[in-house]
């Protein structure tokens, strides 16, 4: 007789435990489906694994984020009092297991206080590790553990959906600041340049990803005089373009009171501070051409030199200071002055041009700029800027471009 009741006894703690499986189930996806925190989800977990299954220790390992390298202990039972070695990554160990195996680690730190671990896969993907210890009633183990593979499963992918779901928040948040700073952006740069008798404007504008910190302007008067500027702000995104709106705003108010170029740098200088408190900067190059006096004023704070070349002349406009912003008081500021030839080239560009990668890995270096320059400076500014593009395009081949890419061409006509 005792056989048949051992075996009764038996089924009646298999389905025992299959009832208590179905039922955990059950509230764990209706857990789910009402939207509970990972957090509570964890507890539950935790309750069910101490107080149903008699699992005395267990450690619950969750992806941190995309990079499967990237892992966290999300919770654990029976560690409490187990000093783990503060900063220790376990990943390499974790991604080494790809199925359900039992631990035999005496000297690891952390494996030698379990003896199962099971991974749990998403797609292929591992998500989770649970790693198990003992139970505080070793009858029917075996059951227990696959109950808590099925309970583990069902969390972590679980975790996983609401991981990827924040992501798409986040992403859609990117999306909606880009598109906001692109159009913020789209109000701010010039669409029609001037093109005269005495002078023309030509710009090739390439935001990266269709909102960047590139800025361009100008500025004409009355007088027969032209103010023309180029500037790269830190930053992307709304931020960048709202630092932008408000650069645009003092640009032209200041350049309007008419004062001298060292003056209206260092006003606007402090306004940039002001508005960011030294945290943002921008490297920014302006110039006044005079056509009466036939004479280029500039000042150039941080940004690459601007080239300035005709038939026997080239010139780098490097003269100014250092970048706008970073401190309240510019340090030191030198107007440079230059009397134009007859025929003249002015080339300013942000650093996205020799940024610029060949596919053999070669950069788009300066002095290519300035070669190429002297050899087209004859062309109109937007013929000039037509061809600097194809031969940057040719340059390039499959690779992309690095980083925003602004150029600014004036052309200045002679007598």
């Known amino acids: 007789m005792s056989q048949p009741i051992t075996r009764v006894n038996r089924l009646e703690r298999e389905l025992h435990l299959r009832q208590l499986q179905v039922r955990r189930l059950l509230q764990m996806t ?53 000093e783990l070695p503060e900063g220790t990554d376990y990943t390499q160990e974790l991604m080494e297991l790809k199925r359900a195996v039992t631990i035999d680690e005496p000297d690891h730190p952390l494996f030698r206080h ?28 075996y059951e227990r553990v696959q109950i808590i593979t099925t309970i583990s499963n069902v969390i972590a992918v679980a975790i996983e959906n609401k991981r990827l779901f924040r992501r798409q928040i986040e ?29 023309e404007l030509s710009a090739i504008y390439r935001p990266k990803l269709g909102v960047g910190g590139d800025y361009f302007d100008f500025r004409e008067f009355t007088d027969g005089k032209l103010v023309f500027c180029i500037g790269d702000f830190t930053g992307k995104g709304v931020s960048a373009a709202l630092l932008m709106a408000n650069f645009q705003a003092n640009f032209h108010t200041l350049i309007r009171k008419r004062t001298d170029l060292q003056e209206f740098v260092a006003e606007i200088n402090e306004s940039v501070f002001r508005i960011t408190d030294g945290e943002r900067f921008v490297t920014f190059f302006v110039a006044e051409y005079d056509r009466v006096a036939h004479q280029l004023r500039y000042v150039n704070a941080g940004h690459p030199p601007a080239v300035l070349v005709s038939e026997n002349h080239f010139e780098l406009l490097d003269k ?49 700029l300035h070669q190429f320059a002297r050899r087209q400076f004859y062309r109109s500014a937007r013929n000039f800027n037509d061809n600097l593009l194809a031969r940057l395009e040719d340059f390039r081949q499959e690779k992309s471009y690095p980083d925003d890419l602004t150029i600014l061409t004036c052309r200045i006509f002679g007598d």
């Open 30 to 82: 209706q857990a789910i489906n009402n939207n509970v925190s990972a957090e509570d989800l964890f507890q539950m977990y935790r309750a069910f694994l101490r107080q149903e299954l008699g699992v005395n220790e267990m450690a619950l390992f969750v992806r941190e984020n995309e990079r499967d390298e990237e892992w966290r202990l999300a919770i654990s039972l029976g560690l409490d009092d187990v």
């Open 320 to 368: 100014g200071t250092t970048v706008l912003g970073s401190i309240e008081t510019l340090p030191m500021l030198e107007v440079g002055v230059v009397d134009l030839p007859p025929q003249a080239l002015i080339v300013t560009y942000t650093d996205g041009l020799t940024d610029l990668e060949s596919a053999a890995g070669e950069t788009f270096e300066e002095e290519i």
């Open 114 to 141: 379990f003896e199962h671990v099971v991974p749990v896969l998403h797609k292929e993907r591992p998500i989770a590790f649970i790693l198990i210890g003992s139970f505080s009633n070793e009858d029917d183990m």
């Open 171 to 199: 992403q859609e948040r990117l999306e909606a600041d880009l598109d906001l700073g692109a159009k913020v952006q789209h109000m701010l740069i010039p669409k029609d340049l001037p093109s005269n008798d005495f002078y």
